[in-house]
């Protein structure tokens, strides 16, 4: 089944210590996101992928970097997590922009605990 | 801004019987609709979804609902089962944007 993976599914990370969360897809779509989700909150989209092309939220913080070295994956680097960044992390994907038949679609998330 | 909201963090329904999720939004250029399925430890599944030149589409026992004048939606689930329960996200976007905005969720319990 195409899909979307993300690694690991739990992470402990120290405060200041550099982590990153991967993704992968075998669906083949252009775009890829990146979102964090806290407890009882809408998922918050952090920026996006549209092919090679990143496009960054205006509130995400600078602390939060991408890369997306092929069409199949895309990596979440937390340069220097602070304990605000204790979150579910989600990946999806979309064939192209929104509209009708373009749902996203997502992983399982990795959840990030900073100790 | 909450351009997407659910106001009803929680809800219980006996089995059997029909669910209704209510979602609102505030920003008229939305024209795609979702709704996403949410089981714990796992991540959101797309469920349904309605276009705004419709007021409603139906896949089973899901069917979305849209009243673009008060700029509402409702997933209605007839009839609800055990296995429905989990985290219903109501999501919105328009043609030409990659962005889509989520509301914050309805947890649905359905009782045997």
């Known amino acids: 089944d195409a899909m979307v993976i993300q690694n690991p599914r739990y992470q402990v990370t120290q405060f200041g210590k550099p982590v990153t969360l991967s993704c992968s897809q075998t669906l083949n779509h252009n775009v890829m996101y990146w979102y964090q989700q806290k407890s009882s909150q809408a998922p918050k989209l952090l920026f996006h992928y549209y092919d090679k092309d990143f496009n960054n939220e205006a509130d995400t913080p600078d602390n939060f970097q991408s890369r997306r070295p092929n069409t199949s994956f895309c990596f979440l680097d937390i340069r220097s997590p602070g304990l605000g960044d204790a979150a579910m992390y989600l990946c999806?994907?979309?064939?192209?922009?929104?509209?009708?038949?373009?749902?996203?679609?997502f992983g399982d998330g990795t959840r990030l605990s900073i100790l | 801004d909450q351009q997407v909201k659910q106001n009803s963090p929680s809800l219980s329904v006996q089995e059997g019987r029909i669910s209704i999720l209510n979602c609102d939004y505030t920003?008229?250029?939305?024209?795609?609709f979702l709704w996403y399925k949410k089981y714990p430890a796992e991540g959101p599944t797309f469920l349904i979804s309605?276009?705004?030149?419709?007021d409603k589409n139906e896949d089973g026992r899901f069917t979305v609902f849209l009243n673009k004048s008060a700029k509402h939606l409702s997933l209605h689930i007839v009839p609800s089962q055990p296995g429905d329960s989990a985290v219903y996200f109501c999501?919105?976007?328009?043609?030409?944007?990659?962005?889509?905005?989520f509301g914050t969720g309805t947890r649905l319990k359905v009782l045997a």
């Open positions: 999806a994907t979309s064939r192209g922009l929104g509209g009708v038949g373009q749902p996203q679609h």
């Open positions: 920003n008229s250029m939305f024209d795609y």
């Open positions: 999501a919105a976007t328009h043609s030409g944007t990659y962005k889509y905005i």
């Open positions: 309605i276009s705004s030149i419709k």
